[in-house]
Nanobody
């Protein structure tokens, strides 16, 4: 399994932007599909975005489409989530996840390794 660590969370006003980063250990980062999920208090973990192994395919939840962008730099073993036009309903703990099977999927079951999460809070 790959070890993951998120950073970049914080408190921002509605309409603002944040960029989350997720650094991965190991030399096989490019073998993994990478995803971002989030979990708000009292709610289940939900899919946010996913990117294929070499970044050619991306997919987003409808709630973030057009506002969030997922990208990856395989040379740096890092995946990013650029979040623009943030809304209070985006407030959650954000997790990155790695899937060794290479499937561009939205279900958590397809992901084998998870980071510890980073808090994003958006004030109105």
């Amino acid at each position: 399994q790959v070890q993951l660590g998120e950073s970049g969370g914080g408190l921002v006003q509605a309409g603002g932007s944040l960029r989350l980063s997720c650094a991965a250990s190991g030399r096989t980062f490019s073998s993994y599909t990478m995803g971002w999920f989030r979990q708000a208090p009292g709610k289940e973990r939900e899919f946010v975005a996913v990117i294929s192994r070499i970044g050619g395919s991306t997919y987003y939840a409808d709630s973030v489409k057009g506002r969030f962008t997922i990208s990856r730099d395989n040379a740096k073993n890092t995946v990013y989530l650029q979040m623009n036009s943030l809304k209070p309903e985006d407030t959650a703990v954000y997790y990155c996840a790695a899937g060794v099977h290479g499937v561009v999927a939205t279900a958590p079951a397809y992901f084998d390794s998870w980071g510890q999460g980073t808090q994003v809070s958006v004030s109105s």
